[in-house]
């Protein structure tokens, strides 16, 4: 099938993740996102040009952030402009689909005005002009077409005529049922800081998972991110410095339930899924201490790394720290523990992925951010990783978090470990460590609990 002009319909959620999600599916279905292609970041409807309708089959196989696609036979700023744009468009094209033997339906899909049932029925019938030859039929039709209709991104000043109008025929829709079939709500094994489920299958298009890849996550907590990668076809492997965690012991962190069941654990999630035979294994490992022989092991390291917000940031002590500090409870698990700064999490991290991602592997992770001292600078580097994309969460007026994927773009040489000695772009920066105070300080408490809610 020719390729051509698509309309996307796009989810108005997680907004300043969608460009990435969209660019990185296009590239794992062998296509490119054109830099000529207009769209307005903000708004629900994207118009991209793409080389097969078989590749927008592919793509809506995997988007969480898109609703539907079209192949767009018009498009205009008034009915008018629409209706040329249609007669403009190659009656060749549109003849397969309005066979005389076929069944149709025409549908209209508006965006910030909600239209009467008449107002609508006017605006299909003044479509007759097209060469529809096959039966209506409501029901059961073979193909779809929509008008969709863009009243502008303002609740409070609605115009009485759309900005934009649209027109075309329905392809495929995305994946946006998976949000609520992978809901954390119903997952059998959860934790304080298990990953909401639309952005663990964002992160997983961000890193371009694909059937039969290997994908590790090395804070693993409760698999959430494992589950999404599974999804796809991935066999996932985790690590988690918690060895109640892994082994499913300790306090439940669902209300009305003071200690976690029988089989409370990530490979009961994976089966909860039907994706048991994805599960490679999750084993009590810390990340500052990597356990694996040499080798480009992974296609995919997909993290969420601790911020010290609601848990701690730790790693295995030596012995001198031992006394200083020392940490044993029933809710978290670590025999012998010592602070693990931010910047030496980030600086490990990359360092990893670097070493341990086969070539053009992804490293897809969250920062956290200080807002009034953000800059592009403080993002981690590594030379063997090129900086994909950078994506905001708010988390509230000051704070964020920020989605960073990663790829190895160069072989990792043993030189490389040591890059931040010889180059002071590599050099950790160390006002990561101190998110946390920041996170608190000046911060009272009605707003911590809203931000508290907010990532629940
Ligand atoms: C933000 S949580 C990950 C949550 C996870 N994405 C989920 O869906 O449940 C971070 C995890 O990192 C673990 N962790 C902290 N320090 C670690 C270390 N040094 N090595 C490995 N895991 C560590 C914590 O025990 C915690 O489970």
């Not at 009243?151 to 759309?162: F, H, K, Q, T």
């Not at 998976?178 to 934790?191: A, P, Q």
């Not at 072989?411 to 006002?431: A, C, N, V």
Request: proline share 4%; net charge neutral; charged share 25%.
């Amino acid at each position: 099938m020719a390729g051509g002009r698509y309309l996307l319909l796009l989810a108005q959620e997680h907004l300043d993740f969608r460009l990435a999600e969209i660019k990185s599916l296009l590239s794992l279905c062998g296509g490119r996102f054109s830099n000529q292609q207009e769209i307005h970041v903000n708004s629900p409807f994207w118009i991209l040009d793409i080389s097969s309708e078989e590749m927008t089959r592919e793509l809506m196989k995997r988007t969480v952030c898109a609703k539907s696609i079209f192949e767009l036979w018009g498009h205009g700023k008034s009915a008018e402009e629409l209706y040329t744009s249609l007669k403009n468009y190659p009656v060749e094209r549109m003849l397969p689909y309005l066979q005389s033997d076929s069944t149709y339906k025409i549908g209209i899909h508006t965006f910030n005005k909600t239209l009467t049932q008449v107002e609508k029925i006017r605006k299909i019938d003044a479509l007759e002009f097209l060469p529809f030859g096959g039966k209506v039929n409501l029901k059961k039709p073979e193909h779809v077409f929509w008008i969709l209709e863009d009243y502008g991104m303002d609740p409070n000043n609605i115009p009485e005529d759309p900005l934009h109008l649209y027109f075309g025929r329905w392809i495929a829709d995305g994946q946006r049922e998976l949000i609520e079939s992978y809901s954390v709500k119903r997952r059998h094994f959860i934790g304080n800081t298990s990953m909401d489920a639309c952005l663990s299958f964002i992160m997983a298009n961000h890193a371009r998972v694909k059937a039969n890849d290997v994908v590790f996550d090395p804070f693993v907590g409760t698999g959430g991110l494992l589950i999404s990668a599974a999804h796809f076809g991935a066999y996932v492997y985790g690590t988690d410095i918690d060895y109640n965690t892994i082994h499913g012991l300790g306090k439940a962190s669902r209300k009305n339930q003071k200690w976690r069941g029988p089989d409370e654990n990530i490979r009961a999630n994976l089966r909860q899924y039907g994706l048991e035979k994805y599960y490679l294994d999750a084993l009590v490992s810390d990340a500052s201490t990597p356990i694996w022989r040499k080798g480009m092991l992974f296609d995919a390291v997909i993290t969420d790394p601790p911020y010290g917000i609601r848990e701690a940031t730790r790693r295995t002590g030596s012995q001198k720290e031992i006394s200083k500090s020392t940490e044993k409870s029933t809710e978290n698990h670590v025999f012998v523990s010592s602070n693990y700064h931010l910047s030496d999490i980030f600086f490990d991290l990359l360092k990893f992925s670097a070493e341990y991602l086969v070539m053009g592997g992804r490293l897809v992770y969250w920062l956290p951010i200080y807002r009034p001292e953000y800059t592009e600078e403080i993002i981690p580097q590594h030379p063997c990783l090129k900086l994909i994309s950078n994506c905001e969460q708010m988390l509230s007026s000051h704070t964020s978090r920020r989605l960073l994927t990663m790829e190895k773009v160069k072989e990792f040489k043993d030189q490389d470990q040591y890059s931040h000695l010889l180059d002071s772009q590599y050099m950790p920066y160390k006002g990561h460590n101190s998110f946390r105070d920041k996170y608190f300080s000046g911060v009272t408490k009605r707003i911590a609990k809203e931000e508290d809610d907010n990532q629940k």
